[in-house]
């Protein structure tokens, strides 16, 4: 009981990391119907970031431990933005309208890219972050093992839900977000009606990006170490998540990176480390079986 | 011009912004650079790295905007180009197979060496094409066909001592095997869950590779894969009577075995060429291409899609196979590190880089991008930075491949060039 316990803490503040990320692929798929390779790679992008920011906080004697992360957060997020925006700019926007091939391409093109400039600038070993947030409470007592529920992890799921709040807020009571909303059901209607579709889906990637840097900055604090290929593995999780949840659906991305870290961390425990990524992509393959579009998605219901 | 000086005026304002916008992106990621120190992490400055990089881009910028002012109205070069060689499709055809069979004549053993890689790719290419090009469906796992292919005839070769020439079909049946395999739980799946999916699997096989250690070696992976043989001759210089060198009395030279395994590939990527274009005029391949047209018509006409659809899995899985027991014969060893994502987006790549299901159009957009990669080989380092960067340039300039319109694989009267706009790219 008390090892399910702490597996489903561990569990959840995984998922949520994964539930921040995924929300950026289903924003993205739910406006422009493409799968955003890059996404990956710029949460990679906002972990570097954040870790640099540290360290130049570090060096600069800033010891207030909120201060610093408030303060690289935002940073981080704004030049991420950027690089979202850049990258809608530069490989996605000349595609918009063609076949929906070209953009994937694009995509994976400036995935490769991301990585391989982060690993050229930044040298390829794993780079360690001293822990920052230490502590936690102990729970639960049974024979002997303590369940654990560390600040960090506190920390990681309550960001989550602030962030997810405000981010609900805006695309469901502000004006913004109506345009997003309208521009996902009908891009060329949207445009008729005087929405700025091409303002829109640049305000879409920024915000998306700068949700990937909160979940890459939490990454870094909670696991310490990050690398240029960290992107790929999260990424493709989080994809998996946002599919899972049915993409296009923002409770279902946050559902399905739930799902993805309950999975991989109860996998871990109770069967066997190596083969929790096989049993997260196990479980979304059973899925879509059973539910082809995920679990909050809606029908594909294709008229003639 | 009149209009010079307001033109020039927006174009350095916009240049500068982009110069701006770089500062942005490459402040932190080239102007710092982390090196982790006993104490924690240092930061080490480079700020003449990154004015260099803004001053590029500041210039980069310029230069196309001046290009795009004053080049000639009409198509861009990249498009008369891509549109010459659709038209001149039946000229260059042969004359790239001429120059694909002679190419150890001319070539050293390191052109042939690269040969082998970039056939093998062709191959990998014609063999995705019939799922992606043909029936329209997305397979972004098509390395697990690769992987199980190698490694089926890695086991087979290793555990039976198998033969190549024995193992090579088992293998590539093998993996057609699991084409159908996996092909059954997505088959109701589209677009992009479908995706998701096969790359799933292509990851699932690539984990399983790496910890089924008592199969596969795990991390090791397999080595001492015996090399292909001429009919039960070896090419080594042992100068026993059942050598290649020995028997023919030549000299033996390392080249005769590269030369021999070039001709292999080739033969296998031609036999990929030849099935698909013959399938293409069966009812088959009729069936997969309308299937990428419109599945519901498809429907309304009586065509199975569960069969259709399992029998381009299958078609592509098993050529996968093959030129997986091919890569295991040529390397003489497997190990899960060669059938990582990269490796199928890289086929993708070439598939709709080459314009989804031309064949010439694949060829070429193999010996472009692995034959280009080659290039690169001295700068090890930047060499993926350009690869990504080529694939972003060329799919902005080119989206719909190189080779774009299409033959009809059947027509009423007289065949006429199909315009790429006219053609679906399917939604499976």
């Known amino acids: ?304 | 011009m009149t209009a010079g000086a307001p033109a020039l005026r927006t174009a350095l304002r916009d240049a500068a912004l982009s110069a701006l916008v770089a500062f942005g992106l490459f402040v932190a990621l080239i102007g710092l650079k982390l090196v982790p120190t006993d104490q924690g992490m240092t930061l080490q400055t480079r700020p003449w790295a990154l004015a260099a990089i803004v001053v590029a881009v500041f210039v980069g910028r310029l230069a196309l905007l001046g290009w795009r002012a004053w080049r000639p109205p009409g198509t861009a070069a990249p498009g008369r180009i891509a549109e010459g060689l659709t038209h001149a499709g039946r000229l260059v055809g042969p004359v790239f197979l001429l120059a694909a069979l002679t190419l150890p004549l001319y070539g050293g053993r390191y052109m042939i060496d690269v040969g082998i890689l970039v056939l093998t790719y062709v191959m990998l290419g014609w063999g995705l094409n019939i799922v992606v090009g043909l029936a329209g469906l997305l397979d972004l796992g098509y390395v697990a066909f690769y992987a199980v292919g190698a490694y089926s005839y890695a086991l087979m070769a290793a555990t039976f001592h198998l033969g190549f020439w024995t193992a090579l079909p088992i293998a590539g049946l093998l993996a057609a095997c699991w084409g159908v395999m996996l092909g059954f739980p997505v088959l109701r799946l589209r677009g992009d869950y479908l995706a998701i999916v096969t790359l799933a699997f292509g990851e699932i096989i690539r984990v399983v590779l790496i910890n089924w250690t008592t199969l596969t070696g795990g991390p090791n992976g397999i080595s001492d894969i015996p090399r292909p043989t001429l009919f039960g001759l070896r090419f080594v210089g042992s100068g026993d009577p059942d050598t290649f060198a020995s028997f023919f009395h030549l000299e033996y030279s390392v080249t005769q075995r590269f030369v021999f395994l070039y001709y292999v590939i080739l033969a296998l990527a031609l036999l990929t060429n030849w099935v698909s274009l013959r399938l293409r005029r069966l009812p088959l391949g009729r069936a997969w291409e309308a299937l990428r047209e419109d599945e519901i018509a498809c429907r309304a006409l009586g065509i199975n899609v569960t069969i259709t659809k399992l029998t381009a899995f299958a078609m592509g899985a098993l050529f996968g196979g093959l030129a997986g027991a091919f890569f295991a014969t040529r390397q003489g060893f497997v190990s899960p590190e060669s059938f990582t994502f990269i490796e199928s987006a890289l086929v993708l790549s070439i598939v709709v880089l080459g314009g989804l299901g031309s064949q010439l159009g694949v060829a070429l957009a193999a010996l472009v991008m692995i034959g280009g990669s080659e290039l690169f080989r001295d700068f090890d380092e930047y060499r993926m930075l350009i690869f990504g960067l080529a694939l972003v340039i060329m799919m902005v300039l080119r989206p719909r491949g190189l080779i774009a319109g299409r033959t009809p694989s059947v027509a009423l009267g007289k065949r006429r060039e199909i315009a790429a706009e006219l053609v679906a790219q399917g939604r499976g």
């Open chain 1, 1 to 304: 009981m008390a090892y399910a316990l702490q597996q489903l803490i561990n569990g959840i503040s995984l998922g949520m990391i994964y539930g921040l990320i995924a929300v950026g692929y289903t924003m993205v798929y739910g406006i422009i119907g493409m799968i955003n390779f890059a996404h990956g790679d710029i949460f990679m992008i906002g972990a570097f970031l954040s870790l640099i920011g540290l360290t130049v906080l570090g060096g600069v004697g800033i010891v207030s431990v909120p201060i610093a992360l408030v303060v690289v957060l935002v940073v981080a997020a704004a030049i991420t933005a950027l690089y979202g925006w850049t990258v809608e700019r530069v490989a996605y926007r000349p595609l918009r309208g063609s076949f929906r091939l070209a953009p994937l391409i694009s995509a994976i093109g400036m995935s490769i890219v991301l990585q391989n400039f982060v690993q050229v600038s930044q040298g390829a070993r794993d780079l360690n972050l001293q822990p920052m947030i230490r502590g936690g409470v102990s729970l639960m007592d049974e024979g002997g093992f303590v369940v654990q529920l560390s600040w960090m992890q506190v920390m990681i799921s309550a960001t989550t839900l602030v962030i997810l709040a405000v981010f609900t807020w805006l695309v469901t009571r502000t004006r913004l977000g109506r345009a997003m909303r309208a521009c996902e059901q009908d891009l060329k209607m949207a445009s008729l009606l005087g929405i700025d579709t091409d303002r829109t889906i640049s305000i879409t990637f920024v915000i998306g990006a700068a949700l990937a840097t909160v979940a890459g900055m939490l990454f870094l604090l909670y696991y310490g170490s990050i690398n240029f290929f960290i992107g790929f593995s999260a990424g493709i999780k989080a994809f998996t998540a946002a599919v899972l949840g049915g993409i296009g659906s923002l409770p279902g991305a946050v559902l399905g990176g739930l799902a993805i870290g309950l999975i991989e961390s109860l996998w871990s425990g109770y069967a066997s480390v190596p083969y929790k990524n096989v049993a997260a992509f196990s479980v979304l393959a059973i899925v879509l079986v059973f539910m082809p579009s995920g679990l909050l998605g809606r029908a594909d219901i294709e008229k003639v």
